[in-house]
């Protein structure tokens, strides 16, 4: 039991890493991470939001009527979005103020619905909580990396602190829209290698298997439309 | 303020200088996924400047007259809510009243609730201070916006595949690169309108 709660925390991490693993929350994966540490910060707002939300979606799983159960699970999760939104307006305005709209925009991460739709609606509540924990940690992670990468190569400094700005003249174009696509992509690139090297599949699309919107997107398939769930839904017109 | 100038100077912003996509990052997911093809890249779009309009529309006089000043902190709540709810109603009542344009966009409706690109501009018409005509405008130019970046980068993306790509890069990875580019292409507008 313990170890396979565990397995649930890891899970999130490296295995199904929500952003390189799959594809969700890429809104502010590219917008935010200019620094390190807004990488962060919204990792940590995210992650508090996710628990919570996994947390109230998992004790209510039983109540939620299944016909209502996206809008139900919004408004839970708009609701911790303002909780958290309103203490880092309190506690760490510098935050706030770099995160800007992407705070309130927690709100509409496919990540935390994803979850809450994949999850914590149909698992008790310890390993809802251990899932959001894990999937938190994740987006951390590789958002701080890309803040980090973005960071030290578009203004040669980390974390605030000058390391290569004195002797390598910082190329800004990596703290720009572009830059965060290339990085972004880099990464991907890389996680696909890694990926194939241990025999599992690499990412090709973005991730409908998880996508919340899954549901909907099936019937588009037999209309034959939105190719980007091709792969699940198998037919290609 | 002369109108007529700012509401041109906010169509320049919202289409070229400020594009939604490439340099505010909203609505990267049907950026991404709903590019393959031109055609379904512009129903997409036509959906979601559809919604984008509406929804202000709606979110703006909900701030300006009931939330605001005392109940601000609804926001996030209430324009979600709202937004899902407006999604649904155009949804029924295209169903019901106006079958052609519900089979060409129908199917993209129900993935537009959670597209952060709507629930952004409602909210960024409300920090930005502007009124009900130019939040309108700000929203329409936003969709527009929108639809140049799907439209060109579903152009980009259909040369991308007869490319000889590298292995590595194929994929996910190569789309996120040939998007980079395109960024950089729209980074030549900085500065049109100040």
């Known amino acids: ?237 | 303020m002369n109108s007529t100038t700012s509401i041109v100077a906010i169509l320049l912003a919202g289409i070229l200088t400020n594009n939604m996509v490439l340099s505010k990052f909203l609505g990267i997911c049907p950026f991404l996924g709903v590019s393959k093809k031109v055609n379904t890249a512009l129903s997409m779009s036509i959906a979601v400047t559809l919604v984008m309009v509406i929804a202000t529309a709606v979110t703006w006089p909900i701030y300006t007259y009931l939330l605001y000043p005392n109940f601000t902190y609804l926001q996030t709540v209430v324009f979600i809510l709202v937004i899902a709810a407006i999604v649904q109603l155009i949804e029924v009542f295209l169903k019901k009243f106006i079958k052609p344009i519900y089979n060409a966009l129908g199917i993209y409706l129900p993935l537009i609730t959670t597209n952060c690109a709507v629930l952004g501009i409602t909210m960024l018409n409300i920090t930005d201070g502007l009124n009900f005509g130019l939040s309108l405008v700000n929203a329409l130019s936003a969709g527009l916006g929108f639809m140049l970046a799907m439209i060109l980068f579903a152009g980009v993306r259909s040369k991308l595949e007869t490319a000889d790509i590298p292995e590595f890069l194929k994929g996910l990875p190569i789309t996120l690169i040939a998007a980079a580019l395109v960024a950089l292409s729209f980074l030549g507008f900085a500065g049109i309108g100040g």
């Open chain 1, 1 to 237: 039991m313990k170890s396979k709660n565990l397995s649930i925390l890891t899970n999130g991490i490296i295995k199904e890493n929500p952003v390189l693993r799959l594809v969700l929350g890429t809104c502010p994966t590219l917008a935010v991470t200019t620094a390190a540490i807004n990488g962060i910060g919204m990792g940590v707002a995210a992650t508090i939001v996710l628990v919570c939300s996994n947390l109230v979606i998992s004790l209510l799983r039983n109540f939620i009527p299944d016909k209502v159960r996206i809008p139900a699970f919004i408004t839970i999760i708009a609701g911790f979005v303002s909780v958290v939104q309103m203490l880092v307006k309190a506690f760490t305005p510098a935050i706030d103020e770099s995160l800007g709209i992407f705070l309130p925009l927690i709100v509409v991460n496919c990540i935390i619905l994803a979850r809450a739709e994949m999850f914590a609606s149909k698992n008790p509540v310890l390993p809802s909580i251990l899932d959001g924990l894990g999937m938190g940690i994740g987006f951390t992670a590789t958002l701080t990396l890309m803040g980090a990468i973005r960071e030290l190569l578009g203004a040669g400094t980390l974390f605030g602190l000058t390391i290569t700005a004195e002797f390598i003249d910082p190329m800004i174009i990596f703290l720009l829209p572009p830059g965060g696509f290339f990085v972004f992509g880099i990464l991907v690139a890389v996680s696909n290698a890694l990926a194939k090297k241990q025999g599992k599949p690499v990412v090709e699309h973005l991730g409908c298997a998880n996508c919340p919107s899954r549901a909907a997107c099936k019937n588009a398939v037999t209309d034959g439309a939105p190719q980007e769930c091709e792969k699940v839904g198998g037919s290609d017109e």
